[in-house]
C-alpha cells in the first residue's frame, strides 16, 4: 500500500489560527494525516496535510530545533527543502507550517532519483562544510554513541570496529546534516530530491546523512528491515555523485572509510534496539538483518 493520507478532524490542530495568521486564508480547509503502510512498516505522523482552497501546505509537531534549522540554516537559500511558513505554539507544543511538497519518496530508489539526492545532499554539506555555528548537537550525538558501544561490548566482531568509529567522530569534518535522511524522508519533484525531515538536524560529522541513505535498502525484502530499494550499483552512483559534487571533499579512500563507518552505526542503532529488549536471544539477535549487516560491515572496516 505504501504511504497514504488519513483524513482527520481538525480539533487538536492550529490548522485554522495558521492558515489565517500565516497564509491569510479564512475559508474551509481539508485536513490529512500522513500516514504508512508499507508490508511491516506502518507508521502514523504527527504531520498533516492542510489544504487551504487550491493551496496545501504541511502541518508537523515539531520543537525549537527543528524550526530554528529551517528559519536559520535552510530558509532562502535554494536548497532542495520544503519553504519554512512559520511555526505556533498550541497547547503546549509547537507546530511548524511548510511548503507540501508533492511526488514520490525515494524507497523505490532508482539511478536519477540517485543522482539527484547527491545534488541535494552535497548543496547543503558545501554551504555548512566545518561549521562552527552551534556544537549542542554534536554533543548528544556523542553521548548517544558512546552509550551505544558499551551495549555492543558483549558483540566483539563489531565492537571493535565501531571503537574505530568512535574514534573518527573526533576529527570527521562536520557540516549541517539532517540526521535522519532515510528513504522515506526525501520526496522526488521535479527532478530534485527533497529533504524533508529535520527534526534530528545540526551540525555532525558529514557522513552521517550518507550512510543513512544507502544503508537501509535492499534488493530483495528482508524481515525486520525497512521496505526500502536500493542495489549496489545504485549506492555506487550515488556515493561516486556526491564525492564529486563535494568542495571540500576528504580523498577518496578516507571518504568511502567514513562511509563505512557511518553505516556500521546506522547498523548498531537497530542492532542495540534489540540487545535492549529481554525477549530476544542472543541466537535470534544474531539471526537479524541488522546483525548481519553490522557484521559484514564490521568485517569490511577491519
Not at 216 to 231: L, S, T
Request: hydrophobic fraction near 40%.
Amino acid at each position: 500500500m505504501g504511504p497514504y493520507f488519513e483524513p482527520t478532524a481538525m480539533d487538536s490542530l492550529p490548522a485554522a489560527r495558521l492558515a489565517e495568521n500565516l497564509l491569510g486564508y479564512d475559508g474551509p480547509l481539508e485536513i490529512e494525516r500522513f500516514c504508512d503502510n508499507d508490508g511491516n512498516y506502518k507508521r502514523k505522523y504527527n504531520v498533516y496535510k492542510i489544504t487551504a482552497g487550491e493551496k496545501s501546505f504541511v502541518l508537523k509537531k515539531s520543537d525549537s530545533r527543528e524550526i530554528a534549522i529551517y528559519r536559520d540554516f535552510l530558509q532562502g537559500r535554494g536548497f532542495a527543502v520544503p519553504e519554512y511558513l512559520g511555526g505556533v505554539e498550541h497547547e503546549g507544543t509547537l507546530w511548524l507550517l511548510m511548503e507540501h511538497i508533492n511526488g514520490p519518496d525515494l524507497r523505490r530508489f532508482d539511478r536519477e532519483m540517485a543522482l539527484a539526492s547527491a545534488e541535494t545532499l552535497a548543496q547543503i554539506q558545501n554551504v555548512y562544510w566545518d561549521s562552527q555555528i552551534d556544537a549542542s548537537r554534536f554533543q548528544r550525538y556523542r553521548e548517544r554513541i558512546n552509550r551505544r558501544a558499551r551495549r555492543l561490548e558483549n558483540y566483539p566482531e563489531i565492537a571493535k570496529a565501531y571503537q574505530l568509529f568512535l574514534a573518527r567522530q573526533e576529527s570527521c569534518p562536520r557540516t549541517l546534516c539532517s540526521g535522519d535522511f532515510l528513504q522515506c524522508n526525501g520526496i522526488f519533484h521535479g527532478g530534485r530530491a527533497y529533504m524533508i525531515d529535520w527534526s534530528f538536524g545540526g551540525i555532525m560529522p558529514y557522513a552521517l546523512d550518507i550512510a543513512r541513505l544507502i544503508a537501509h535498502g535492499a534488493e530483495k525484502p528482508e524481515p525486520c528491515a525497512f521496505p526500502f530499494y536500493m542495489d549496489a550499483d545504485l549506492r555506487s552512483a550515488f556515493v561516486r555523485a556526491h564525492h564529486e559534487r563535494l568542495e571540500h571533499k576528504p580523498d577518496w579512500d578516507r571518504y568511502i572509510q567514513d562511509i563505512k563507518l557511518a553505516a556500521l552505526n546506522e547498523y548498531a542503532e537497530f542492532l542495540e534496539a534489540l540487545i535492549n529488549d529481554p525477549e530476544i536471544t542472543v541466537e535470534e539477535i544474531k539471526e537479524n538483518f541488522y546483525y548481519r549487516r553490522a557484521a559484514e560491515t564490521a568485517n569490511a572496516i577491519l
